[in-house]
């Protein structure tokens, strides 16, 4: 029988793994990349292992699973190993006549003790990409990988415990009390990926140590399709978008379409036709799209489907089997705005429609909603382009595709607003778990009287030129002028 984690349990962790941080294990540069080299061969030494536990927590297709959450780990992990010395090495600041002769540097540091909580939708992918930054940084971290997909839960805890050092790197499995007792300690930064609702909770928990946090929320994401645009390919993309990424369940899905009434059509007869090809004429029956994750989701969804005046908003699918958790791919156009599937993150294969008179509504809709995780345009429009880039706020944008920004490592992944806090991916994962630490190197030399008592009329006139950087201010002031 497993051992039950405690308070006690959890005190201890943290503990121990601030003992080895505090001695310096984790800051070495060789320490580091040993253990994004140990990464490096998880993915390399046990992707059919990781691609059978997430086909077994959400019937993932291998495809998905191998490219959008093993590959896109290895991009992550060399890019870091790549990478490291540059980040870590001090940038050079410029510094003022106030100082001179000095020299100024900003110095990354690890921040300490760190916590990652990650989410069931891409466990391995949400798990470890954020510990390569957490450890790219000379941080001492403990991943608390999400109980909604156990079997990726488990195999996570094996092999990190396996490959990584134990005495900087450990895994805490286990569901809502395991979390708590992990909340109620002093970490020095928390980074959760998972809902709103439990975001707040973490923001909670961390203003009791004013712990500062990244919250990887989620939203509901736009999809603006233009009737300027290449329709065959911008459905393809968008159905590879939403049901190609997890059925939905991805926190960047597509989450609603906002067209116009005479474009509609088109854009709905083109959906079916695409999808068919894709999914066949059953997609409950396709192997190439996952399950929902589980029943509370399940009825979640459902009810969502259900609700008065939006039912009989089906245009497609809309077939649904609790016994093997899927739902069929579903249209709906013009369901009420103030309906449950127009305002909660819907996180799973439905995709209303709404229809508007011309397409400047859009940014009033947009503009009216919370800030999405991120917005999405298709459009051969070039004004359109940069309008909507300049207007719609979001965590990012994407023009004429569907989440690929997410494999951009030169592009910092992260929301506004309610859709998050913080940001990640490649040096902006580095970022998050440093400390940007200011180091000014001051010499003995040209030690001026002018800052030191007894104040004269003189010393202000010249102290005050010499911190606006006022040049002839200053001379006036030495040249005895008044």
């Known amino acids: 029988?497993?051992?039950?984690?405690?308070?006690?349990?959890?005190?201890?962790?943290?503990?121990?793994?601030?003992?080895?941080?505090?001695?310096?294990?984790?800051?070495?540069?060789?320490?580091?990349?040993?253990?994004?080299?140990?990464?490096?061969?998880?993915?390399?030494?046990?992707?059919?292992?990781?691609?059978?536990?997430?086909?077994?927590?959400?019937?993932?297709?291998?495809?998905?699973?191998?490219?959008?959450?093993?590959?896109?780990?290895?991009?992550?992990?060399?890019?870091?190993?790549?990478?490291?010395?540059?980040?870590?090495?001090?940038?050079?600041?410029?510094?003022?006549?106030?100082?001179?002769?000095?020299?100024?540097?900003?110095?990354?540091?690890?921040?300490?003790?760190?916590?990652?909580?990650?989410?069931?939708?891409?466990?391995?992918?949400l798990s470890i990409d954020p510990v390569i930054g957490a450890i790219s940084a000379g941080n001492a971290v403990v991943l608390k990988p999400s109980e909604l997909a156990p079997a990726s839960s488990s195999l996570l805890a094996t092999l990190l415990e396996q490959y990584l050092d134990s005495s900087a790197v450990r895994v805490v499995e286990g569901a809502v009390t395991e979390t708590t007792l992990l909340l109620e300690q002093k970490w020095d930064k928390i980074f959760y990926t998972g809902s709103s609702r439990i975001g707040r909770l973490i923001m909670l928990a961390a203003a009791k140590h004013l712990t500062p946090v990244v919250l990887e929320l989620g939203g509901k994401s736009p999809v603006v399709i233009d009737s300027d645009t290449n329709l065959k390919i911008s459905v393809k993309r968008i159905i590879a978008g939403k049901w190609g990424c997890n059925n939905g369940q991805a926190c960047i899905s597509p989450d609603y379409i906002l067209t116009t009434k005479e474009f509609s059509p088109k854009v709905i007869d083109a959906l079916k036709q695409e999808l068919e090809a894709f999914y066949?004429?059953?997609?409950?029956?396709?192997?190439?799209?996952?399950?929902?994750?589980?029943?509370?989701?399940?009825?979640?969804?459902?009810?969502?489907?259900?609700?008065?005046?939006?039912?009989?908003?089906?245009?497609?699918?809309?077939?649904?089997?609790?016994?093997?958790?899927?739902?069929?791919?579903?249209?709906?156009?013009?369901?009420?705005?103030?309906?449950?599937?127009?305002?909660?993150?819907?996180?799973?294969?439905?995709?209303?429609?709404i229809t508007l008179n011309n397409l400047e509504e859009i940014f009033d809709v947009i503009r009216s909603r919370p800030k999405p995780l991120a917005a999405y345009l298709f459009t051969q429009n070039q004004k359109l382009k940069e309008r909507f880039a300049m207007t719609v706020s979001a965590g990012g944008i994407v023009v004429n595709d569907i989440a690929v920004h997410l494999a951009v490592p030169t592009l910092p992944f992260g929301g506004v607003g309610e859709s998050e806090t913080g940001s990640y991916h490649g040096k902006f994962s580095f970022d998050a778990f440093s400390h940007k630490k200011a180091v000014l190197y001051k010499s003995f030399i040209g030690d001026a009287a002018i800052r030191y008592p007894p104040y004269s009329r003189g010393k202000l006139r010249l102290l005050k030129a010499l911190v606006n950087s006022n040049i002839v201010e200053i001379f006036r002031v030495l040249l005895g002028f008044s």
Not at 10 to 19: E, G, H, I
Not at 288 to 317: A, C, W
């Open 1 to 125: 029988m497993a051992k039950v984690f405690q308070a006690a349990d959890a005190t201890d962790l943290v503990t121990d793994l601030r003992r080895s941080f505090d001695a310096g294990v984790t800051r070495a540069y060789e320490w580091r990349v040993t253990q994004l080299k140990k990464l490096l061969l998880i993915c390399d030494n046990h992707e059919p292992e990781i691609v059978s536990a997430l086909h077994d927590d959400l019937g993932k297709p291998e495809l998905e699973s191998s490219v959008y959450e093993v590959a896109l780990l290895r991009n992550s992990i060399n890019l870091a190993l790549k990478q490291l010395k540059d980040w870590m090495a001090p940038d050079k600041a410029k510094t003022s006549l106030t100082t001179f002769p000095a020299s100024a540097e900003i110095v990354s540091e690890p921040l300490g003790v760190v916590l990652v909580i990650s989410a069931w939708n891409y466990p391995f992918l």
């Open 280 to 353: 066949g004429k059953n997609p409950m029956e396709s192997k190439d799209m996952s399950r929902i994750v589980n029943s509370n989701h399940f009825d979640r969804l459902s009810k969502m489907l259900e609700e008065k005046e939006v039912s009989d908003k089906i245009v497609y699918g809309g077939q649904k089997n609790r016994d093997i958790l899927k739902i069929a791919t579903t249209i709906l156009v013009d369901v009420p705005l103030d309906s449950l599937i127009m305002n909660e993150e819907i996180f799973g294969p439905l995709l209303p429609i």
